[in-house]
């Protein structure tokens, strides 16, 4: 059973720019879950995403956006790039939202440098 | 105050020391997860807790939903065990994360 795969894995982008970055949930998965990880700020919640809608939002400025598709996979934008977006950018996908909650599962992140 | 506390923030064992990391919430929770983070950023979901214990081969988690606190202990460590580990309160799938443990096991 495939993983959950993030693509690219690496990316350098110049301030100002956008970017999008996908992630595929394992098969049978719905949801997808978006997190943000910086030495200064750690593991951060960006979003999750459940069949199509979502579901939860952290405490990001609006640039940050996403997405889900009805095969579930799911995309992540950031626009008008600052240095401070650098980081590695985790999903994680789990069947789906439930009172006992559902085990995630992690891909290798996304590691985006601004320049 | 952090919603979730780790402690300690870093760790250094010797092979075959038992370990233990500590993590205390303050928000609700449907889970508790521990994970582990090794040098590239791949994360591995080690255990999702919701009450009680889990055992897998070394690792041992266990929670305790009156106190908010939950442990993550590795018997026998070795150096392969060495990486961050990170607790995260879930609250259907809203996760709010601890700063990490960096774990050293040295041979």
């Known amino acids: 059973k495939a993983g959950v795969t993030q693509t690219p894995r690496y990316l350098i982008k110049t301030r100002g720019q956008q970017v999008t970055l996908s992630c595929s949930p394992i098969s049978g998965h719905r949801s997808v879950s978006w997190y943000q990880q910086t030495p200064g700020q750690g593991l951060q919640f960006l979003f999750e995403y459940f069949s199509e809608t979502q579901r939860n939002k952290g405490n990001f400025p609006g640039r940050f956006s996403g997405r889900q598709f009805s095969n579930s996979r799911s995309e992540m934008n950031v626009s008008t790039l600052e240095l401070g977006d650098s980081a590695l950018y985790l999903c994680?996908?789990?069947?789906?939202?439930?009172?006992?909650?559902?085990?995630?599962?992690f891909g290798q992140g996304t590691r985006l440098t601004v320049v | 105050k952090n919603e979730v506390e780790q402690s300690p923030q870093n760790l250094t064992a010797q092979e075959g020391e038992f370990i233990t990391i500590n993590c205390s919430y303050s928000v609700g929770i449907s889970a508790l997860h521990w994970l582990q983070q090794h040098p590239g950023g791949g994360i591995v979901s080690l255990f999702m807790l919701s009450s009680g214990k889990k055992k897998h081969g070394r690792l041992i988690a266990t929670i305790n939903i009156q106190e908010k606190h939950s442990s993550l202990h590795i018997t026998a460590s070795h150096p392969r065990d060495s990486a961050v580990y990170i607790c995260?309160?879930?609250?259907?799938?809203?996760?709010?994360f601890g700063a990490g443990t960096r774990l050293t096991v040295k041979p």
């Open positions: 995260a309160a879930d609250n259907n799938n809203d996760m709010r």
């Open positions: 994680a996908s789990s069947l789906g939202p439930g009172e006992m909650g559902t085990e995630a599962f």
